[in-house]
């Protein structure tokens, strides 16, 4: 098969590309470079993917569609996987444009690619911050999910109603897949597991926001993955409605068109996660307590339910052994580096 995914060299996108790769398939990359965090470690990434033969990297930004066109035509895709995008929820507060222009203007761009090449199935990167403040745990693709807390989540939530429109007027097949706080090896270094294990061993003190009272839906990268492989397989259709109504399919009526939660359904405190990371480095945390942050929500809790059913997976790996493999890289990779 023929694959071109956006954010190739990103956290995610790195490491689809390399499963996809070493199952032997065709993986055009784009990526726009960003320094949004250092792009010496998205370098790395590429050039990893790059001691494939199978690979084939076009660097453009979402905003430019011609350099999106040149991608096309380079790796002439069977499928389309989306994961591109401006992140980062306290971000979007200091530069909300970023988001618009990457987010809105980026990934309508790749709505339009996908109408022009009619792939067998575009996958899209959606995220949790789209329920916001939910007070319905855990949270169900099915929940209302209209009041956002960000722009981040205004822009993806915005993303998944494009793509529905596509889908029904191009007779395009999308999955729009909802992630839970994705972590791992190469990871970013803006997110919560990367700042706490860099200041621990650097005898810095860590920033815990709202108390430590939050919680999140890990997610660990390898899971994430599988989910996401499994799931270009099932090309939305009618014949392939997973559960009954009263259940929450959320296959439309009116296009070839599903969102899918991707997380365990194991929500772990923010402390728990702390004194989890503190054991995997072997060293106690000098702790900062902060008030909750403009943008946060208290909590994230997947229901893996649809995932299950559509694939027969859900995440099982436990926080304390992803965890541990996130140090055992950072010690290996980013102390030497």
Avoid: C
């Amino acid at each position: 098969m023929r694959y071109l995914i956006t954010g190739t060299a990103g956290f995610i996108g790195f490491h689809l590309a390399k499963r996809l790769l070493d199952d032997g398939h065709f993986v055009t990359g784009f990526d726009g470079m960003t320094p949004y965090y250092d792009i010496r470690l998205k370098q790395r990434r590429h050039a990893i993917l790059a001691r494939s033969n199978g690979f084939r990297p076009v660097i453009g930004m979402l905003e430019d569609k011609d350099a999106l066109d040149r991608a096309a035509e380079l790796g002439e895709p069977d499928v389309i996987v989306h994961l591109a995008a401006q992140a980062g929820v306290r971000y979007s507060l200091e530069n909300p444009k970023a988001y618009v222009d990457s987010n809105l203007t980026g990934s309508w761009n790749v709505l339009e690619l996908a109408h022009k090449l009619k792939p067998q199935h575009l996958l899209l990167a959606s995220t949790s911050s789209i329920y916001g403040a939910n007070e319905k745990v855990p949270f169900a693709e099915t929940d209302r999910a209209d009041e956002p807390m960000t722009i981040y989540a205004a822009t993806k939530k915005s993303m998944e109603l494009m793509a529905h429109s596509y889908a029904h007027l191009h007779q395009i097949p999308t999955t729009a897949f909802r992630f839970f706080t994705v972590y791992g090896p190469w990871g970013r270094p803006d997110m919560a597991l990367f700042k706490f294990v860099d200041a621990i061993l650097n005898g810095r003190p860590i920033e815990i926001y709202g108390e430590g009272r939050m919680s999140r839906d890990f997610t660990y990268i390898d899971d994430l993955v599988e989910a996401i492989v499994r799931l270009m397989q099932v090309v939305p259709a009618p014949d392939n409605r997973a559960v009954a109504d009263t259940f929450g399919d959320t296959l439309s009526r009116h296009a070839p068109f599903r969102i899918v939660n991707i997380g365990g359904g194991q929500p772990v405190e923010l402390m728990r996660f702390v004194e989890t990371v503190e054991a995997a480095v072997g060293k106690a945390a000098i702790r900062v307590m902060l008030p909750m942050q403009q943008g946060d929500v208290p909590r994230t809790f997947a229901a893996p339910d649809l995932l299950q059913a559509l694939t027969g997976f859900t995440p099982t790996i436990s926080v304390e052994d992803g965890v541990k493999r996130f140090v055992d890289w950072y010690r290996a990779e980013m102390t030497a580096a």
